[in-house]
């Protein structure tokens, strides 16, 4: 298969660009102008991933920290008529770190998300 006849970067590495006939390079040189990138769409906002889990988290953490409150808030009366103040269980605790493990699943997920790069694509010149 060969290459089209048209105007390449010059093989000799030179700032320009050589005619090449279809068969051999001309003696024919021009300054080199660097192809444009195609004019692109404005590119609409990416949307941003792992937000639910952060959300989540956070509404999860929330609930622990009000049980938690609630629970030493509360007075515990016991089957002989004693009463004891209440505290945070070891459900609360739970509940909480729940929370907080959602959330850094969330943020793992915001940084870790691959991002969409363009790139230029530069013809070089056809091998001889």
């Not at 959602?102 to 991002?115: E, K």
């Amino acid at each position: 298969m060969s290459t089209p006849a048209g105007w390449y970067r010059d093989p000799s590495n030179a700032p320009q660009t050589r005619y090449w006939d279809g068969n051999a390079w001309s003696d024919q040189v021009r300054p080199f102008d660097p192809p444009k990138a195609p004019p692109t769409a404005p590119q609409t906002p990416r949307k941003r991933r792992g937000k639910g889990w952060i959300i989540a988290g956070c509404i999860i953490a929330a609930l622990g920290i009000v049980l938690g409150i609630v629970a030493a808030s509360s007075t515990i009366v016991d089957g002989y008529g004693r009463t004891t103040q209440g505290g945070p269980t070891i459900g609360t605790f739970l509940v909480i770190g729940l929370g907080l493990a959602l959330v850094a699943v969330g943020f793992c997920i915001r940084l870790l998300a691959p991002r969409r790069n363009a790139g230029l694509q530069v013809n070089s010149a056809p091998d001889v």
